[in-house]
């Protein structure tokens, strides 16, 4: 009844003469769609013929595998299996939460929140797919039937060979500053241009070409215990040292200028 | 649907009489209609299933990235788990899911009795599901040392990697498992309403309609999960 008012007196979209239209026995709902009985077992029955699909596709695999020895590539096992899943997913959101005949809000909210999923997964595995071309050694394990990447690639830098380094004591300290004292095959440590002489060789291997080249031997003052104090001191106006690499103390707490203006009180 | 059937003979005038009883719920004054309170309230579930699906992307986004970075390990873990208990937790889960929608058709009809059976029968397959997965997955591989992470202790593993594949594979399913006990909570809450007061009916069904739409998603959630645990290697 107060339907009818509604729409033989005014356009306001409400009711002047129940305006909240807190009346319970409104027609409420009435636009709502009532499923079909029949649609929903017919749904049901897809369903599980569908299960029964994917299940059989995946045993009739295994079977193909262990009698004929025939071994399907990879992305058939996962194409026929996340197809049938993703037909199933549709037949669901479509039928059982009635999106097909629901607010297309709804719909769109749904699709949206996939498409954030297709971005965060589809970025995810552009990543991982991709870092072999930066770095060679991270392309994908071998897996039966090959993958086809790199088949044409250099080869694997020598120093990521997969042959372990011979196990070495570095008498507890970080095995970064042990090969830097120590060197290796290619390349010598510190401590080899300390016993050479070569002042000029050792602080352009301490220091390397950049800021990043510094390290806690530097901090602890390293380069003095190994016997080179030169490289250290700081020019003034009566005398120029030549010096390599970055200004010492340029980065630690201590003020060189004090530290040798104490010394000389000494 | 165009008329509410008014024959009320046969309800108790307890219950109808109770204002949470259907026919005597109002709904909101800051909603123009009770049309709009639903479609709002719809609305926000679909907005919470969306979190729901993008919770599970990452546990989704997790098995790709590993299953591309250690195939054997995945492999190994696909091939032990039984493929029956995943078809049979499927099979439940569709059935479930067909009850949940047929409870909302029943209740949008006014079919009190009907409506209560499916919601029943919706509650039983949640506690069959769980049970299967407690009993004959859980309760199986955990015993054999098939444990997550760092209690993983399976002495005839192959692959070092074997362990992430088990917390992958607890993680989701004991995610989905306790979405499936909340669904069920869900159901037993409107069981009880259905049951005490006939609170639900054509006019008022907006939490049996959410309901459904949450277990669903789990069903949908579960329709992914098994072939990519179960079925792909």
């Known amino acids: 009844m107060s339907q009818d008012t509604t729409n033989a007196s005014n356009n306001l979209g409400w009711d002047p003469i129940d305006p909240h239209g807190i009346n319970p026995h409104d027609e409420a709902h009435k636009g709502h769609f009532v499923a079909d009985w029949k649609m929903q077992i017919s749904i049901l029955v897809i369903l599980l013929v569908f299960t029964v699909l994917t299940v059989g596709f995946y045993n009739l695999e295994q079977w193909a595998e262990t009698a004929f020895e025939i071994t399907l590539p990879k992305w058939i096992n996962i194409a026929g299996a996340m197809s049938i899943a993703t037909v199933k997913a549709i037949l669901v959101a479509a039928f059982f939460m009635q999106l097909k005949y629901d607010k297309v809000l709804n719909t769109f909210v749904m699709l949206f929140c996939l498409f954030c999923v297709a971005l965060f997964l589809g970025f995810t595995m552009i990543d991982l797919g991709s870092r072999h071309l930066v770095d060679p050694e991270r392309a994908p394990p071998i897996v039966a039937g090959g993958t086809g990447v790199g088949l044409n690639a250099a080869p694997v830098d020598k120093k990521f060979s997969l042959i372990l380094s011979p196990k070495v004591n570095t008498g507890g300290s970080n095995i970064v500053y042990y090969a830097r004292l120590h060197g290796n095959e290619e390349k010598p440590g510190l401590l080899y241009y300390r016993e050479k002489g070569d002042e000029a060789s050792f602080w352009k291997k301490f220091y390397g070409a950049h800021a990043s080249g510094r390290d806690e031997l530097d901090e602890r003052n390293f380069y003095e215990q190994l016997g080179f104090t030169t490289g250290t001191s700081i020019s003034d106006s009566n005398a120029s040292h030549p010096r390599y690499g970055l200004t010492p103390g340029l980065f630690s707490d201590v003020d060189p200028k004090t530290a040798e203006s104490q010394d000389d009180g000494h | ?233």
């Open chain 2, 1 to 233: 649907m165009t008329m509410i059937d008014t024959d009320t003979s046969g309800v108790p005038a307890r219950i109808l009489k109770s204002p949470m009883h259907w026919r005597n719920a109002k709904h909101q004054s800051h909603w123009r209609s009770g049309d709009e309170e639903f479609d709002a309230a719809k609305f926000g579930m679909w907005l919470f299933l969306s979190t729901e699906v993008l919770l599970f992307a990452g546990i989704f986004c997790g098995y790709a990235v590993f299953r591309m970075l250690y195939p054997e390990a995945w492999a190994n873990g696909s091939h032990s788990l039984d493929w029956r208990m995943g078809a049979a937790n499927t099979a439940i889960l569709l059935f479930s899911s067909w009850t949940a929608a047929n409870a909302v058709r029943l209740c949008q009809l006014d079919k009190q009795f009907w409506f209560k059976i499916n919601i029943l029968i919706t509650i039983l397959c949640a506690i069959a599901f769980v049970a299967i997965k407690f009993t004959f997955e859980y309760g199986i591989k955990l015993p054999e040392g098939k444990a997550p992470g760092t209690f993983f202790s399976y002495p005839y593993a192959t692959d070092p990697h074997e362990p992430l594949w088990w917390s992958l594979y607890y993680i989701g399913t004991g995610i989905h498992a306790f979405h499936v006990i909340i669904g069920a909570f869900l159901f037993a809450f409107v069981l009880w309403r259905a049951h005490r007061y006939q609170a639900y009916g054509p006019t008022q069904y907006t939490l049996v309609e959410n309901s459904a739409l949450y277990w669903h998603i789990v069903d949908l959630i579960w329709i992914f999960l098994f072939p990519l645990l179960y079925l792909i290697h």
